[in-house]
T-cell receptor, first 110, second 114 residues
Framework: AQSVTQPDIHITVSEGASLELRCNYSYGATPYLFWYVQSPGQGLQLLLKYFSGDTLVQGIKGFEAEFKRSQSSFNLRKPSVHWSDAAEYFCAVSDRKLIWGLGTSLAVNP | EPEVTQTPSHQVTQMGQEVILRCVPISNHLYFYWYRQILGQKVEFLVSFYNNEISEKSEIFDDQFSVERPDGSNFTLKIRSTKLEDSAMYFC????????????FGPGTRLTVL
């Protein structure tokens, strides 16, 4: 069955430090992959998506993600985190509907 | 920029009451979805809708739930007799096609069942 795993429930980083959020998926065909961000009490904002082509995709707010088929991963990265990046991050795979990971809560220390 | 809207933003109801959550998808989109997120948990798919009928539903979407597109713009989720465990954030989404196309989400309706 299709699934998404985000191994890290909670991550804390210092402002200005680099960030990597992990996402692994299980999907039989070519996956369409997404990262969404949710600030407290807010809706779901698309950060970036992978459909095909270049395996390194750029998104909004300085985020990028790399699709690695051999590792079934789609990890999200940012070279320098800002305090405003503190939020919940969700990885999802599309099977017509979206199948979601549990999310990673990011805290940023000043 | 077009966006998905949802009303109300917050709904409080008594257990056993019926609620209707409303969504206005982006106007040229054809596929519509409802998801829910119980506090502190992951987002879960409820139902997808296309061409005035349900195209897929999850096991969560039992007989207490129904969806409707009553006119050319609204897409509604009805819960017939709410339970405490229906308390959640409900998100509506839409897109032009179900495969290879991102879903655009509304801001959500927080449903609280007392």
């Amino acid at each position: 069955a299709q699934s998404v795993t985000q191994p890290d429930i909670h991550i804390t980083v210092s402002e200005g430090a680099s960030l990597e959020l992990r996402c692994n998926y299980s999907y039989g065909a070519t996956p369409y992959l997404f990262w969404y961000v949710q600030s407290p009490g807010q809706g779901l904002q698309l950060l970036l998506k992978y459909f095909s082509g270049d395996t390194l995709v750029q998104g909004i707010k300085g985020f990028e993600a790399e699709f690695k088929r051999s590792q079934s991963s789609f990890n999200l990265r940012k070279p320098s985190v800002h305090w405003s990046d503190a939020a919940e991050y969700f990885c999802a795979v599309s099977d017509r509907k979206l199948i979601w990971g549990l999310g990673t809560s990011l805290a940023v220390n000043p | 920029e077009p966006e998905v809207t949802q009303t109300p933003s917050h709904q409080v109801t008594q257990m056993g009451q019926e609620v209707i959550l409303r969504c206005v998808p982006i106007s040229n989109h054809l596929y519509f979805y409802w998801y829910r997120q119980i506090l502190g948990q992951k987002v879960e798919f409820l139902v997808s809708f296309y061409n005035n009928e349900i195209s897929e539903k999850s096991e969560i979407f039992d007989d207490q739930f129904s969806v409707e597109r009553p006119d050319g713009s609204n897409f509604t989720l009805k819960i017939r007799s709410t339970k405490l465990e229906d308390s959640a954030m409900y998100f509506c989404a839409s897109n032009q096609r179900p495969v290879g196309n991102e879903q655009f989400f509304g801001p959500g309706t927080r449903l609280t069942v007392l």
